[in-house]
């Protein structure tokens, strides 16, 4: 039986690919900040993808247009994406997993990582994509710890005669020994 102060390492062999927003918004390298954020409301994303011969190089987000751009009262359409992108562009295989990109985004202190295959971007995959996976997965291990739960054997004294019994059992929020057990299953 497990108490408060043992730990749970629970591994998921979730690939990246399968949590990753596919055809991610990408921009030219030559193009103005003005269009790389006219792209970014369109898809409703935070970022673009710069792109060099099809190859990326880096990337905008909505922060550097800020901070770069408008917090320096710049004109966004006379801004290049090349003067305000972050590089070099950190980036995560398809087939690694969810984990790993976890944390190369705590090592890099990034938020979003562009998911690439031959060189060619597939996809981009967020901090928000990881918590949404996270949060599933406690959900299901909740599910599992109750299911355990009731399964649990325990001694101490029954919910409904009060007898001591080494033999408890979980039915529905009562502990109940074998006697009770039996007679809750007769009605």
């Not at 880096?58 to 590089?87: F, Q, R």
């Not at 929020?173 to 009605?187: G, I, W, Y």
């Amino acid at each position: 039986m497990m108490n408060n102060s043992d730990t749970i390492h629970f591994e998921t062999r979730v690939p990246v690919r399968e949590v990753m927003r596919s055809h991610p918004t990408t921009i030219d390298v030559g193009e103005t900040v003005a269009r790389a954020a006219q792209s970014m409301c369109r898809d409703e994303v935070g970022s673009c993808i710069v792109l060099q011969n099809n190859l990326p190089i880096g990337i905008v987000t909505e922060e550097d247009i800020n901070c770069k751009v408008v917090a320096k009262d710049l004109k966004p359409s006379e801004v290049y994406v090349s003067e305000i992108m972050s590089t070099p562009l950190i980036t995560i295989g398809a087939e690694k997993l969810v984990g790993d990109a976890a944390a190369m985004m705590v090592k890099n202190r990034v938020r979003r990582l562009p998911v690439v295959e031959n060189q060619m971007v597939i996809g981009i995959v967020t901090v928000r994509d990881i918590l949404t996976v996270a949060a599933e997965v406690n959900e299901l291990l909740a599910d599992l710890i109750e299911i355990n739960r009731e399964e649990e054997y325990a001694m101490g004294v029954c919910d409904r005669c009060g007898k001591m019994s080494d033999d408890l059992s979980r039915v529905d929020s009562l502990m109940l020994c074998p006697t009770c057990r039996e007679e809750e299953q007769l009605l």
